[in-house]
């Protein structure tokens, strides 16, 4: 699966807002980026701690000529450095509603990489100790940033007990893909698609769920400003079952729409593109 920070390059190229030979990557948890030794057009951050040890390296900062974000929390501090754009990640147009909300199954879905992080294994339990269906597809992974199995480590505990769900049949766990014609079926298939994460710099898969009409019930999240009134929020599991329980032989037809067209309003390629040119003349 493709990194976040790799994914929001190829959406903001794909969008127009920067081309592919201007524009040098460093993950946010880089620690080597005394390495760059050349001019850096431009610099991505995603996550909420990463202007630490951008305002700590001096060298970097001086060779930085503009940031790209999509977190708005970071935006005033790496301001005092560069001009920042405050970009979402841009949806591509395929992303999209396909089928009637009231004709999914009843069923929670994620999309995303398995870790602990994202999905705390006690949460995941409680979740799967309620009448519900619970779909996900992604990798089991030690961190977000690395495609690579838990073995040998602090997470053996976390895989075992996410498997022993799998194996009891309380999850159906799918295989990873970056293939997007099956997620955009997963999410017209699922009424509902979840989350558990605790915090996140920008989720771009709430984003494409969005996007398709899924309605989302997720933890509440301060970071989620730029979708703060087009999800259900919950603070503990039970309130996720409990909204579940209340939605889910509704008729939200409308509202799927209403989401599904609103998200696409504020963050589609055509869409970011004219904020990237508001913010260059208005805002930076």
């Given amino acids: 699966m493709l990194t976040?920070?790799?994914?929001?390059?190829?959406?903001?190229?794909?969008?127009?807002?920067?081309?592919?030979?201007?524009?040098?990557?460093?993950?946010?948890?880089?620690?080597?980026?005394?390495?760059?030794?050349?001019?850096?057009?431009?610099?991505?951050?995603?996550?909420?701690?990463?202007?630490?040890?951008?305002?700590?390296?001096?060298?970097?900062?001086?060779?930085?000529?503009?940031?790209?974000?999509?977190?708005?929390?970071?935006?005033?501090?790496?301001?005092?450095?560069?001009?920042?754009?405050?970009l979402e990640?841009?949806?591509?147009?395929?992303?999209?509603?396909?089928?009637?909300?009231?004709?999914?199954?009843?069923?929670?879905?994620?999309?995303?990489?398995?870790?602990?992080?994202?999905?705390?294994?006690?949460?995941?339990?409680?979740v799967c100790e309620h009448d519900i269906k619970v779909v996900m597809r992604g990798p089991v992974c030690k961190m977000y940033w690395i495609n690579k199995d838990l073995e040998g480590d602090e997470y053996d505990d976390y895989r075992e007990r996410f498997f022993d769900l799998v194996k009891d049949g309380k999850i159906l766990h799918l295989q990873e893909t970056d293939d997007s014609k099956v997620i955009i079926e997963d999410l017209?298939?699922?009424?509902?698609?979840?989350?558990?994460?605790?915090?996140?710099?920008?989720?771009?898969?709430?984003?494409?769920?969005?996007a398709c009409g899924t309605i989302p019930i997720v933890r509440k999240n301060g970071a989620y400003w730029w979708a703060h009134d087009l999800f259900v929020g919950f603070s503990i599991t039970n309130t996720l079952f409990e909204y579940y329980s209340m939605y889910k032989d509704r008729n939200l037809e409308e509202y799927s729409d209403l989401i599904a067209k609103e998200i696409k309003?504020?963050?589609?390629?055509?869409?970011?593109?004219?904020?990237?040119?508001?913010?260059?003349?208005?805002?930076?």
């Fill in 265 to 284: 309003a504020r963050c589609s390629l055509k869409a970011i593109c004219k904020k990237y040119e508001y913010q260059k003349t208005h805002v930076v």
């Fill in 89 to 126: 990640f841009p949806i591509k147009n395929e992303f999209e509603k396909l089928n009637n909300w009231n004709e999914r199954e009843d069923a929670i879905y994620y999309h995303g990489r398995v870790v602990p992080e994202k999905a705390p294994i006690r949460d995941l339990e409680d």
């Fill in 4 to 86: 976040p920070v790799n994914r929001y390059k190829e959406l903001l190229i794909e969008a127009g807002v920067i081309e592919d030979s201007k524009f040098v990557l460093i993950e946010p948890l880089n620690k080597h980026i005394e390495k760059f030794d050349i001019g850096i057009e431009a610099l991505t951050i995603l996550q909420q701690g990463a202007p630490k040890w951008i305002l700590q390296n001096k060298i970097l900062c001086s060779r930085i000529k503009q940031i790209f974000t999509p977190n708005f929390f970071v935006s005033e501090t790496t301001k005092e450095i560069k001009p920042t754009f405050i």
């Fill in 188 to 210: 017209n298939r699922y009424k509902f698609y979840f989350t558990l994460s605790v915090g996140e710099a920008f989720n771009i898969a709430l984003q494409e769920a969005i």
